[in-house]
């Protein structure tokens, strides 16, 4: 398994006493709906939504103000990287995490260019998943040094 998180802030707030918002973004339903049940049962984790496309998951993300969005790469129509860039400009706050069964290394750069905070593989177990989601909450969306990026290929 693979995954990357941005680098860390050099100090930051990591203390919440509200549940951390998440917003899932997945055009399969059943996985979209096992995932919610699944992260809904995570103490201190709210899943506030569900999208199965790009255009709801903007409308959503501005209406729900997630603290995170988990974002599909591959999706039909308008894929996950534009769904990314869309809702990064919709709604600044909030650190996208890219999810995939089987992203290719591109897309994993592409994603991450355009704007995701950190990727994790659909491969990957809820305890992983949730380290990462509350790691990309609170830290700064920077630049992935390449290194990162060659140790997943």
Not at 99 to 124: D, Y
Request: glycine content about 8%; charged content about 25%.
């Amino acid at each position: 398994m693979s995954c990357w998180v941005q680098p860390a802030r050099e100090a930051g707030n990591t203390d919440r006493i509200e549940p951390m918002r998440i917003l899932i973004v997945d055009d399969h339903g059943p996985f979209a709906e096992a995932l919610s049940l699944t992260l809904g049962a995570v103490d201190g984790f709210h899943v506030v939504g569900t999208a199965a496309d790009a255009t709801e998951a903007v409308r959503l993300a501005r209406k729900l103000a997630p603290d995170v969005v988990l974002m599909d790469i591959q999706m039909p129509g308008v894929d996950g990287i534009e769904a990314t860039r869309r809702v990064r400009a919709a709604v600044p706050q909030a650190a996208v995490v890219a999810v995939s069964g089987g992203a290719t290394a591109e897309q994993v750069e592409r994603i991450h260019e355009a704007g995701a905070a950190a990727f994790f593989p659909k491969s990957g177990s809820v305890d992983e998943l949730a380290g990462t989601i509350a790691v990309a909450a609170v830290r700064p969306r920077r630049p992935l040094r390449r290194r990162v990026l060659d140790a997943i290929t």
